[in-house]
């Protein structure tokens, strides 16, 4: 065989690599590290601004915590915490969870860019991704939803209402998830010989 047809070959080879399931694999990375950005910024921004009251989450959860904005007779007001160290602790556990989320999904991100070639070692990568998304689903889901919206009853909340950006993150973070999940299984399915 020529030298020129050993090079055909393996252009050849390499292009066959490329499969739809490669680039999906590479698209699904790609949005892993789109909302790796977006809580690693959230964190950013509470970290760098923590007491600015129109600039971080500070406020926001004194007033969720202490039900400032509660109205009087709601018969909650048993539930609500004015202890400062308290709010603080919580503040401070929300920022270190939104962090490590983004740290766990910016992991996945970048290891699944680097393992999209082959199927098993792109499902391993993402165990970052899961990781990272159960996290932040604590921080959104159980913590601003269930804990925040049902527990202090932040629904009522005249002035500190966070439950539409608390599901608009849930849902980012589920459906990141989601989409991992769905090119994981798309590519097993089809071990399109990459391996």
Do not use: C
Request: no cysteine; charged share 15%.
């Amino acid at each position: 065989m020529s030298q020129v047809e050993n090079r055909v070959r393996e252009e050849e080879r390499k292009v066959a690599n490329w499969s739809v399931w490669r680039v999906a694999r590479i698209v699904a990375s790609i949005f892993v590290l789109m909302t790796a950005s977006y809580y690693l910024v959230v964190g950013f921004d509470n970290i760098t601004n923590p007491t600015n009251p129109n600039g971080s989450n500070w406020p926001f959860v004194q007033g969720v915590l202490s039900g400032d904005g509660v109205p009087a007779d709601s018969g909650f007001e048993w539930r609500f915490i004015d202890a400062t160290w308290f709010q603080a602790a919580g503040y401070v556990m929300i920022m270190t969870l939104e962090t490590v989320t983004g740290i766990l999904l910016l992991i996945g991100g970048l290891l699944g860019l680097r393992r999209s070639g082959v199927t098993v070692s792109w499902g391993r990568a993402q165990r970052w991704t899961y990781a990272g998304g159960t996290v932040g689903l604590t921080v959104f889901f159980f913590g601003f939803i269930t804990v925040g919206g049902n527990w202090f009853i932040m629904y009522l909340n005249s002035k500190w209402n966070g439950l539409t950006p608390a599901f608009q993150n849930s849902v980012m973070t589920a459906l990141t998830m989601i989409f991992v999940t769905a090119v994981l299984i798309g590519s097993q399915m089809a071990r399109d010989g990459e391996e």
